[in-house]
Each structure stands twice: as C-alpha cells, then as structure tokens.
C-alpha cells in the first residue's frame, strides 16, 4: 500500500487562498478516517482537520474554524482542503494522512493531533504565506 501524494501548496499573500488535494493510490479513502496536519517550523505536527465516513464526524482545529474546508472526492479518491483568508500563522509544511478507522482519531475532537493514529502519511507540501 502507498501513501497519497499532496499537491496545491506555494506562497500566497495574506488573505489569499490555497486548496490543497492528496490523492490516493493503494488505499480507498473513504474506508478510513481522513485528514490533514501541520508542521510549522520549530513547532510539532498538529491536526487541522479530520473527516470520517464511519463515525459520521469532520473536526477542525481552533484555529482554523471557519477558515479551512476539508471535503472529499470518493470516485478520484481525492482528499482536499480548502485553505481562505490565510494568515501568515498558517504558514507550515501540510501532510494529508489517513487512519483505520478503529483507531478513533476523528471520533472525539480532543484526538485531531493524535500523530500515533496515523497509518498512512502523503507527502508534505509547503505552504507560505507572507506579503
């Protein structure tokens, strides 16, 4: 089995935004728990988003409430998040990941940075955001 690749990430102004996609080889998204982290500099990887078929949830870090969207395409097997109005705190490496759903990371929003859950990671892609 292999991991999604992430693609969309580059620099954008503030307020600008990004959609990021993973797509899926090796591994049928809609059968696991879903989402994306981030990575920002001198700082550890923490959710920003999960979505789960199974468990009927889709959580969203604090931060990013209101702000991202994450949403998938089950016939491309294409994850994707929406990234607006985006602030130069948003800026990190973002890794799409994918989780049996048995491991409850997107059951209970207090899991979203749960790395441990984690059975597949895409490749990170670098977002920047700065004037």
């Known amino acids: 089995l292999s991991a999604a690749a992430g693609a969309g990430g580059g620099l954008v102004q503030p307020g600008g935004s990004l959609r990021l996609s993973c797509a899926a080889s090796?591994?049928?998204?809609?059968?696991?728990?879903i989402g994306w982290f981030r990575q920002a500099p001198g700082k550890e990887r923490e959710g920003v988003s999960c979505t789960s078929s199974s468990d009927g949830t889709t959580f969203y870090a604090d931060s990013v409430k209101g702000q991202f969207t994450i949403s998938r395409d089950n016939a491309d097997n294409t994850l994707y998040l929406q990234m607006n109005s985006l602030k130069p705190e948003d800026t990190a490496v973002y890794y799409c990941a994918a989780a049996d759903v048995r491991s409850g990371w997107c059951r209970h929003r207090r899991t979203l940075s749960a790395r441990n859950a984690v059975d597949y990671w895409g490749k990170g892609t670098q977002v920047t955001v700065s004037s």
């Open positions: 090796g591994i049928t998204l809609d059968a696991y728990a």
